[in-house]
């Protein structure tokens, strides 16, 4: 398993995507973007999508320097269509003037279609907080195979529609990042890499039989499904992202009419809330700092703050490298490769 540095990844990434015409502030976002997810221990939202992301340019399917384009709303509330452009550019650009918005309102909310996979959605949660406002996102995902069964189904009729809150907080903010799904799908396909299984409760066959074989998504017999977190409580919340994040922007939802053959098309909600607005700020910070240190007591060093595990993956990566399974990174060579990328400049990203 080789171990790559943030920054070789990151020109490696952006240079394979500028060979398919994205222009270098796009190429270098785009990369730093899919890299941090490495960084943050999310792999299943990076280097392993980065063979996909090439390959939906190629075909068409990603307009690779498109930009967000606003199409309705008014005051605090904004619509914006992406342009099939990469969503870590058009939905960092929506998230932007929803904070510009919110800032003037004390609360603003932006609706998003029509971008290309948004990658991690906790980048937009701490867009967020770094301007000193709660953030919350509701996403889905429409073409392609829909991989996560409705609670007691056995087939995939949903995204895995991640939910994200970020809450400032000093010195680090609460980031709450999660898909509905039992675990992300791309997770599975990380675990299929490997030969590894996934956790009980993760996957159902297509009899609905409970399964940890990533080879129910990825192998060569009938598709199985992702389970919803929860039973039917992630099931609802699923359900929900497909209304707000597909329905209400005008991107669709999983349902048989929306076409199914374009690729990786989000779709997000934004809400974006300044609490300054709602309470003095000395208060809500030490009310926030008051029941996250109580939680933590409860047992210290064992109750941790949602975003505390990205925060350790980080440190130990930038320190170590970040690790590859060998499919990953046979499939990210073996594509820079092909895209005429010389094997010097391919491997300057290993570390050691």
Not at 183 to 191: E, L, N, R
Not at 205 to 213: N, P, R
Not at 325 to 337: F, N
Request: proline residues 6%.
């Amino acid at each position: 398993m080789p171990r790559l540095s943030s920054e070789g990844l990151i020109a490696l990434v952006a240079a394979m995507l500028g060979r398919v015409g994205a222009e270098a502030t796009v190429a270098r976002q785009v990369a730093a973007d899919l890299v941090e997810a490495n960084l943050q221990g999310h792999d299943s939202h990076g280097m392993q999508l980065v063979p996909r992301y090439v390959a939906n340019v190629e075909q068409g399917l990603i307009t690779p320097n498109a930009g967000a384009q606003q199409v309705g709303g008014m005051g605090a509330l904004s619509l914006w269509d992406g342009g099939m452009g990469f969503g870590q550019v058009v939905g960092r650009q929506a998230t932007a003037a929803g904070i510009a918005a919110a800032r003037e309102h004390g609360l603003a909310g932006f609706g998003l279609r029509n971008t290309h996979h948004l990658g991690r959605i906790g980048a937009y949660a701490e867009m967020a907080v770094a301007e000193g406002l709660i953030g919350i996102f509701f996403v889905n995902a429409v073409s392609g195979v829909p991989f996560v069964a409705p609670f007691g189904g056995a087939d995939g009729r949903m995204g895995t529609n991640p939910i994200c809150i970020g809450i400032p907080k000093s010195p680090h903010p609460i980031l709450l990042d999660f898909a509905t799904s039992a675990i992300a799908v791309g997770k599975v396909k990380v675990a299929f890499n490997a030969g590894k299984q996934v956790p009980a409760g993760a996957l159902v066959t297509h009899e609905g039989e409970a399964s940890t074989d990533p080879a129910v998504i990825y192998g060569q017999g009938p598709r199985g499904a992702l389970q919803p977190f929860g039973g039917h409580k992630g099931y609802g919340l699923a359900l929900v992202c497909e209304i707000l994040g597909g329905a209400l922007t005008g991107g669709g939802t999983n349902q048989p009419a929306t076409p199914n053959d374009r690729g990786i098309v989000n779709g997000m909600l934004g809400l974006l809330l300044d609490p300054a607005r709602l309470a003095e700020s000395p208060a809500f910070a030490a009310e926030v700092d008051a029941i996250s240190e109580h939680v933590m007591a409860s047992a210290p060093g064992r109750v941790i703050l949602p975003g505390e595990p990205e925060r350790r993956a980080r440190a130990e990566r930038l320190a170590q490298g970040i690790p590859l399974d060998d499919v990953t990174w046979g499939d990210l060579s073996a594509t820079a490769t092909r895209l005429g990328l010389p094997e010097g400049e391919i491997r300057a990203a290993m570390v050691g």
